[in-house]
């Protein structure tokens, strides 16, 4: 088996720097909502709200990425792994061109919840984005019918308690790749993902 989409993307700088800092930003804009929505009217809150969830995006996407957008992310679809193994050239363009960093439980789910927090802290921040805000790697032709109005889970989900279901439901079967590197994303998920039968 070759390793080398599993292997860190970013060799310069540590996942655990990325993480970190995700968490501690997200838990200071959404403190800082917190204490000045009072202070808004109407139509300003809901441009207040449009940044804050752009900015929370953000942050949920360098969470997803800590150990790379596609090269060192924890999780591949076979598809999307054969392609990128078969591949002479791995540029960035071309990888980017045929595969998405496909976010497992959609943004808007994860920003909703974090919006109903009375009480951001690192600990909750890091729990929810632990268990919420990661990624596969899938060719664009599943990312496309997962989107499609057939399947349509763009931003809906399956369950949040087992967010593999997405990926093997009675609208869509993406099987996953066994992970050989120990990473914490993996780890973390790896029972969940046995459940949902998509390894």
Not at 71 to 76: I, Y
Not at 147 to 168: A, F, H, M, Q
């Amino acid at each position: 088996m070759d390793t080398k989409p599993f292997e860190l993307g970013r060799t310069n700088s540590d996942p655990d720097d990325w993480i970190n800092s995700t968490v501690d930003i997200t838990v200071n804009i959404l403190n800082h909502r917190n204490k000045t929505k009072n202070d808004y009217s109407k139509e300003s809150m809901r441009v207040n709200d449009l940044i804050t969830r752009e900015l929370l995006g953000r942050c949920i996407w360098k969470y997803s990425e800590a150990f790379g957008k596609f090269k060192g992310c924890p999780f591949w679809s076979i598809k999307a792994y054969n392609f990128y193994v078969s591949q002479k050239s791995k540029s960035t363009a071309l990888v980017a061109k045929n595969l998405r960093h496909e976010h497992t439980f959609p943004q808007i789910l994860l920003i909703k919840k974090m919006w109903n927090l009375k009480n951001p802290t690192k600990k909750i921040i890091r729990d929810l984005y632990d268990k919420y805000a990661i990624a596969t790697v899938v060719t664009k032709e599943e990312n496309l019918k997962l989107n499609s109005s057939v399947v349509g889970l763009r931003s809906e989900t399956i369950s949040d308690s087992n967010i593999w279901l997405r990926y093997n439901n009675e609208k869509i079967v993406i099987k996953l790749m066994q992970n050989p590197l120990k990473n914490i994303f993996y780890n973390y998920h790896i029972k969940q993902m046995k459940e949902a039968k998509v390894i």
